[in-house]
């Protein structure tokens, strides 16, 4: 698995990505029942890592100086928390969600788990439904709906009240018979407002075990929260 990583701080990131507007969309009910559906996991993982958040209460300079300061710590937490989130663990714990919570929707005839595609991809590139259709129905897959999903962004930043794993989970359903996206979806989590607290400081030695658990709990609440909400 490839991880970009960046020294911006997940706050701004999280700005930015927000300016996208990603509107859930919801597709009639019981759409998913009798299908054959094809859980599609795209995409890369963007991993931003912010030491701290105090230098942002003094502005964007104070947010660029405290970066300057901080840019060892914030090298070394990447490293970490790369190592505890490396290979297809966050997409697994992902696909893993996303079945079990759609299986319990209605029934579908059958869930594929296909192979993750557009790896070296951002997810900007692709969550689009002009583009993205064609790339999905490409694959030939054996199914009548996919269900493609990946990550906006993913970090840890520090806070007074701990750090915390966060993230923007994204989701779509696609009716392969059309090329018709059919429903989207956009949750995220972020600091002690849906982020998960890491349990451990950077400095201890189970740090990174309890990284991996921290974004494996995220990962999962982000995954229901989003096929709750195509099933609204």
């Known amino acids: 698995?490839?991880?970009?990583?960046?020294?911006?701080a997940l706050g701004f990131a999280l700005v930015l990505v927000g300016c996208a507007g990603v509107p859930t969309v919801t597709p009639p009910k019981?759409?998913?029942e009798g299908q054959e559906i094809a859980l599609v996991p795209t995409g890369n993982l963007r991993l931003n890592v912010a030491s701290s958040t105090v230098g942002s209460a003094f502005g964007m300079i104070g947010a660029?100086?405290?970066?300057?300061?901080?840019?060892?710590?914030?090298a070394d937490s990447v490293q970490q928390v790369s190592r505890?989130?490396?290979?297809?663990?966050l997409f697994l714990a992902a696909q893993d969600t996303v079945k079990s919570n759609i299986n319990s929707l209605g029934k579908p005839r059958s869930i594929h788990l296909a192979s993750r595609t557009l790896i070296q991809q951002d997810v900007a590139v692709w969550f689009n439904p002009e583009t993205r259709t064609d790339l999905v129905r490409s694959q030939e897959l054996p199914a009548d709906i996919a269900v493609d999903f990946g990550f906006q962004g993913l970090g840890v930043s520090s806070y007074l009240a701990g750090t915390y794993?966060?993230?923007v989970f994204v989701l779509r359903v696609i009716d392969l018979r059309t090329g018709k996206v059919?429903?989207?979806?956009?949750?995220?989590?972020?600091?002690?407002?849906?982020?998960?607290?890491i349990r451990q400081d950077k400095s201890h030695a189970d740090y990174e075990a309890a990284a991996r658990q921290a974004f494996d709990r995220l990962v999962r609440k982000l995954a229901t929260e989003a096929v709750a909400k195509i099933s609204a």
């Open 1 to 8: 698995m490839k991880i970009v990583r960046t020294s911006i």
């Open 30 to 32: 019981n759409y998913l």
């Open 64 to 74: 660029l100086v405290e970066m300057a300061i901080t840019e060892k710590s914030r």
């Open 84 to 89: 505890a989130i490396g290979g297809d663990f």
């Open 165 to 167: 794993a966060e993230g």
């Open 182 to 197: 059919v429903a989207r979806a956009r949750t995220q989590g972020v600091g002690q407002y849906g982020g998960e607290r």
